[in-house]
């Protein structure tokens, strides 16, 4: 899949984990299915921009902000053609 979409969820995940939640947590304040997080955090499900929109605003982030996280890991992710592992930013 898409570097961006396993990036963005890669930066779900970090700011999930950095205010202390679960994934219940999480998903309970953005209105979300916990399975269907998960998913997003693997980067196995592509989330709509109403869905972005949620989880920018339960994690206290703009969605500029949260889309940069994600275009810098994804960036990282990929140094002279060789993928690396998750980087946190």
Same mark, same amino acid.
């Given at each position: 899949?898409?570097?961006?979409?396993?990036?963005?969820?890669? *930066?779900?995940?970090? !700011?999930?984990?950095?205010? /202390?939640? &679960?994934?219940?947590? =999480?998903? #309970?304040? $953005? @209105?979300?299915?916990?399975?269907?997080?998960?998913?997003?955090?693997?980067?196995?499900?592509?989330?709509?921009?109403? *869905?972005?929109?949620? !989880?920018?605003?339960?994690? /206290?982030? &703009?969605?500029?902000? =949260?889309? #940069?996280? $994600? @275009?810098?890991?994804?960036?990282?992710?990929?140094?002279?053609?060789?993928?690396?592992?998750?980087?946190?930013?």
């Amino acid at each position: 899949m898409n570097h961006i979409v396993s990036s963005f969820g890669t *930066t779900v995940r970090q !700011l999930r984990e950095q205010h /202390g939640w &679960s994934q219940e947590a =999480l998903a #309970a304040r $953005a @209105e979300l299915n916990r399975s269907y997080l998960g998913e997003l955090e693997r980067g196995q499900a592509i989330p709509s921009l109403l *869905t972005i929109h949620k !989880l920018s605003i339960a994690l /206290g982030s &703009s969605l500029s902000n =949260l889309m #940069a996280h $994600a @275009e810098r890991i994804a960036q990282t992710r990929t140094v002279r053609g060789i993928e690396l592992t998750a980087i946190a930013c």
